[in-house]
């Protein structure tokens, strides 16, 4: 008797054991197909549990989105919205996967959601805000960006938001001083040298423009993006040789970026290189059809 009851609880501890093994494997980031598959099993062996089950749907959707299929995973989260109607985590991971797919107006609802159920969740108004942002609606943008920074100062995206929104309604001081601010927060971050680059850009200020891609090439020496950028400030400074030199290590790490041929047709161009520049405008045009 006693070892039937030993054999009884041995048998429960391993079962439970699998359990939590089970949920463990559905809610760690380390292995998605790991991730898919416990989902699975815990949303299969949960039929009584709703909770475990939208659990279940949660993460698997979470999973589909780092795999980005956002159409799988909306209908994940669709199915944890049905069986826990109360979690703005389960609103906001579909509002997010809803603007993956640039539909902003279902994001907004669902980030409406959140918003209503827990006002003070920063990242919903920022994520909001970058749709109403989608949608050029940038006041009501600004508005959401104004929120998530009054709830989170250091929350450095946000300042790259509104900093971004800002350039786009040409505030342009209001625009530089938040990335500055973002700056602050993170001093050697690429994306804000990059940001404030363009801003100086659209300003005309092309020197301290290329001191900020300048910046950014050297935080980040592998970024076309920053090559590709101080190649257009060169270019306007009258620099040929040194755009064309940006343009080339951009084609080189990139050799995707349409502009980046388009823009070394330009340069070669101005220096009279006309075959040069034909054969970029082929492949630009080739790259991108609408060049």
């Not at 898919?36 to 589909?64: Q, V």
């Not at 979690?87 to 907004?108: C, E, F, M, W």
């Not at 090559?227 to 257009?232: E, K, L």
Request: aromatic share 10%.
């Amino acid at each position: 008797m006693v070892r039937l009851i030993a054999l009884v609880a041995a048998l429960l501890l391993a079962i439970l054991a699998a359990r939590a093994d089970t949920l463990s494997d559905c809610t760690q980031d380390n292995d998605v197909e790991q991730k898919l598959r416990a989902c699975t099993k815990l949303i299969e062996e949960s039929s009584r549990d709703p909770e475990k089950r939208a659990h279940g749907h949660l993460n698997r959707g979470n999973a589909y989105q780092f795999k980005r299929d956002f159409e799988s995973a909306i209908i994940e989260f669709d199915q944890a919205v049905r069986l826990y109607p109360n979690s703005p985590t389960v609103y906001y991971n579909r509002g997010n996967a809803h603007q993956a797919k640039n539909d902003l107006d279902r994001s907004i609802s669902d980030y409406d959601e959140v918003i209503r159920m827990a006002p003070d969740f920063a990242q919903a108004y920022n994520n909001r805000g970058r749709s109403f942002q989608g949608k050029m609606q940038l006041d009501r943008a600004i508005r959401d960006f104004d929120q998530a920074i009054a709830l989170n100062p250091a929350y450095f995206i946000a300042y790259i938001n509104r900093g971004n929104a800002y350039q786009a309604l040409r505030q342009f001081d209001r625009a530089i001083a938040d990335f500055n601010q973002a700056l602050r927060i993170r001093p050697n971050d690429v994306m804000v040298f990059i940001n404030r680059g363009n801003a100086y850009m659209d300003m005309r200020q092309f020197d301290r423009a290329i001191e900020d891609y300048d910046q950014a090439v050297w935080f980040d020496p592998g970024g076309a993006i920053s090559y590709f950028n101080r190649g257009n400030a060169l270019l306007q400074t009258g620099d040929v040789g040194r755009a064309i030199e940006d343009y080339d290590k951009a084609i080189e790490l990139n050799p995707n970026i349409a502009l980046a041929y388009r823009h070394r047709a330009l340069a070669k161009t101005a220096k009279g290189d006309r075959a040069g520049a034909e054969a970029d405008m082929k492949m630009a045009r080739t790259l991108d059809p609408r060049l």
